[in-house]
């Protein structure tokens, strides 16, 4: 399964403020809901580690997978 996360990203769409900042961070329900619907991979929100992303473009995030396994994941974040 980490193999599997390493070597996809998830797009994100976000609104954007009038500043072409993102109206509100991403948050990890967004995550795990872009993951099922375009990969169908399930991954507990709370397994995800978000670190408060904010800006559009590419972030890596990382999921605990269990027993000190680690998954960092691409998001892909566009502003709309």
């Given amino acids: 399964e980490k193999e599997v996360?390493?070597?996809?990203?998830?797009?994100?769409?976000?609104?954007l403020g009038n500043n072409g900042h993102l109206y509100g961070a991403v948050t990890?329900?967004?995550?795990?809901?872009?993951?099922?619907?375009q990969h169908k991979i399930e991954i507990d929100k709370k397994?995800?580690?978000t670190k408060n992303i904010k800006s559009v473009g590419e972030h890596i995030v990382d999921i605990k997978l269990g027993y000190?396994?680690?998954?960092?994941?691409?998001?892909?974040?566009?502003?709309?």
């Fill in 5 to 15: 996360l390493e070597n996809i990203v998830v797009e994100i769409e976000k609104k």
């Fill in 28 to 37: 990890k329900e967004e995550i795990a809901n872009a993951l099922k619907k």
């Fill in 47 to 49: 397994h995800i580690d």
């Fill in 68 to 80: 000190g396994i680690h998954a960092k994941l691409k998001i892909n974040v566009k502003g709309v």
